[in-house]
């Protein structure tokens, strides 16, 4: 069993940054890939960036050059990096960890989310 708790959100201005953090419980965490999702308001669910087991990174386009994941496995943490906000970013972050499969198809563990807010 994995639980997840996501921290980090906030209020930030266009241009802006945060920084993301889940912490995982459980001996299993550095053998999943962790992922982290948004959701904003009548859109749906989007991975934005995860990374296995083996430090392979992958982001959506919407994101690339701008958002940075990465995880520690000491510390059973996975970080989102988050630079030069815009305004579409605004959503509901969720972390997941699992097997890479299960986090492809938003299955696995979640956290509860975290909101981000994104103002001009």
């Known amino acids: 069993q994995v639980q997840l708790v996501e921290s980090g959100g906030g209020l930030v201005q266009a241009g802006g940054s945060l920084r993301l953090s889940c912490a995982a419980s459980?001996?299993?965490?550095?053998?999943?890939?962790m992922g982290w999702y948004r959701q904003a308001p009548g859109k749906q669910r989007e991975l934005v960036a995860k990374?296995?087991?083996?430090?392979?990174?992958t982001y959506a386009d919407s994101v690339k050059g701008r958002f940075t994941i990465s995880r520690d496995n000491a510390k059973n943490t996975a970080d989102l990096q988050m630079n030069s906000l815009v305004l579409e970013d605004t959503a509901v972050y969720y972390c997941a960890a699992g097997l890479e499969s299960w986090v492809m198809a938003g299955a696995g563990y979640w956290g509860q989310g975290t909101q981000v807010t994104v103002s001009s």
């Open positions: 990374v296995t087991s083996g430090g392979t990174t």
């Open positions: 459980g001996r299993t965490f550095r053998s999943y890939t």
